[in-house]
């Protein structure tokens, strides 16, 4: 959006009156917005929690519901979690996304001629990266009465849509801060739809449900106290991400006309 950084994210609810707004860019994905978190860019809308004291662990489905004012009668949202501090995790954004089949093959039990006991091994290509998406979920907003059937959308009318975000288990170290972005069309997610929109967020209609372990007070607990100092390792310091994003995820993808995922 245009403001100088991220928004809060936290418990305290928004003004009312208090808005958003971000242009869908089809060239760019999740980890483009990841990787400028903390710069006012005009294809999202991102908010943060100050760097946890404590780990704080995401354990279940996320649920955003959004209240956007579109400029045109088609648009996309996408909302996605993230994990903003260095980490080794599997390089998902690789070919096989970080997996090889090794030639080496392990049996299990016996085989009978329809299933054979024997699978070829595996192993995952690591990465040190900067921030790690936790989960992401996307829908068309023409579909907000009826996800089945999607509709034009009355330009200036606004909408409330909730997404369901992926399950996951991820355990937010001390230190990192966890993040909330919402954009428009996830480059290799989603087809991007026939116009070009830009959204306006009504913060004070628009949440998010995580399923944090130990509820609300695990939260706040995370949220207040000194946080750790974090060592970035030294392939971290200038992130290759900030000037060239690698590709995102491949996944199953909206059609441009087509219903919420």
């Given at each position: 959006?245009?403001?100088?950084?991220?928004?809060?994210?936290?418990?305290?609810?928004?003004?009312?009156?208090?808005?958003?707004?971000?242009?869908?860019?089809?060239?760019?994905?999740?980890?483009?917005?990841?990787?400028?978190?903390?710069?006012?860019?005009?294809?999202?809308?991102?908010?943060?929690?100050?760097?946890?004291?404590?780990?704080?662990?995401?354990?279940?489905?996320?649920?955003?519901?959004?209240?956007?004012?579109?400029?045109?009668?088609?648009?996309?949202?996408?909302?996605?979690?993230?994990?903003?501090?260095?980490?080794?995790?599997?390089?998902?954004?690789?070919?096989?996304?970080?997996?090889?089949?090794l030639a080496h093959r392990t049996c299990w039990g016996a085989s009978t001629p329809g299933d054979s006991a024997c699978f070829k091994e595996t192993e995952a290509r690591t990465a040190d990266v900067p921030h790690t998406v936790v989960s992401r979920g996307w829908a068309d907003l023409g579909t907000w009465a009826d996800p089945r059937k999607g509709r034009p959308l009355t330009p200036g009318r606004a909408y409330t849509l909730t997404l369901d975000l992926a399950a996951a288990d991820h355990v937010v170290p001390a230190g990192h801060r966890l993040a909330l972005i919402v954009g428009g069309t996830d480059r290799d997610l989603l087809d991007p739809p026939s116009t070009t929109p830009t959204l306006t967020l009504d913060l004070a209609r628009t949440r998010a449900e995580l399923p944090l372990v130990g509820g609300a007070g695990a939260f706040a607990r995370a949220t207040r106290g000194p946080a750790p100092t974090l060592s970035a390792p030294p392939s971290l310091l200038l992130p290759p991400a900030l000037s060239a994003p690698p590709a995102a995820v491949a996944g199953p993808r909206l059609p441009g006309a087509g219903a919420a995922r």
């Open positions: 959006g245009a403001a100088a950084g991220p928004g809060v994210l936290g418990r305290a609810p928004a003004a009312p009156g208090s808005t958003a707004a971000f242009t869908d860019d089809p060239s760019l994905g999740e980890l483009d917005w990841a990787a400028r978190i903390d710069t006012a860019t005009p294809e999202k809308a991102g908010f943060v929690t100050r760097p946890l004291s404590r780990d704080l662990r995401i354990a279940g489905s996320s649920r955003v519901t959004v209240t956007a004012t579109p400029t045109t009668a088609t648009a996309h949202l996408s909302a996605v979690l993230v994990d903003l501090g260095p980490a080794t995790i599997r390089d998902y954004a690789a070919a096989g996304e970080g997996i090889t089949t």
